[in-house]
Nanobody, 123 residues
């Protein structure tokens, strides 16, 4: 069992930055894929960014490419999402997810989920 806990959400203004963290416990993450997803009211859960834990290879949604950066800290078993140049459209609940293999951009690929953290960007 993998347990995931997100933190770092909050209320910011457009153009500001925010860093989310996802602390993982329960298993060795060396061969996992970690992902960030978000869900706004009335919308489907949307892929944001992913990282292969071992290689640190990353992939992003087009809507956040160049603004967001996903990374991980092996010693802390933590994955981060650095969000810069935030826009009101980024407002959503952000979820951390994990999968024991090479998951992609679909939330259905991921086996484990955190509880979510709210990000609100005002104009």
């Amino acid at each position: 069992q993998v347990q995931l806990v997100e933190s770092g959400g909050g209320l910011v203004q457009a153009g500001d930055s925010l860093r989310l963290a996802c602390a993982a416990s329960g298993r060795n993450l060396a061969f996992y894929t970690m992902g960030w997803f978000r869900q706004a009211p009335g919308k489907e859960r949307e892929f944001v960014a992913g990282i292969r834990w071992s290689s640190t290879s990353t992939f992003y949604a087009d809507s956040v490419k160049g603004r967001f950066t996903i990374s991980r800290d092996n010693a802390k078993n933590t994955v981060y999402l650095q969000m810069n140049s935030l826009k009101p459209d980024d407002t959503a609940v952000y979820y951390c997810a994990a999968d024991p293999s090479r998951a992609g951009r679909s939330y259905r690929d991921y086996d484990y989920w955190g509880q979510g953290t709210q990000v609100t960007v005002s104009s």
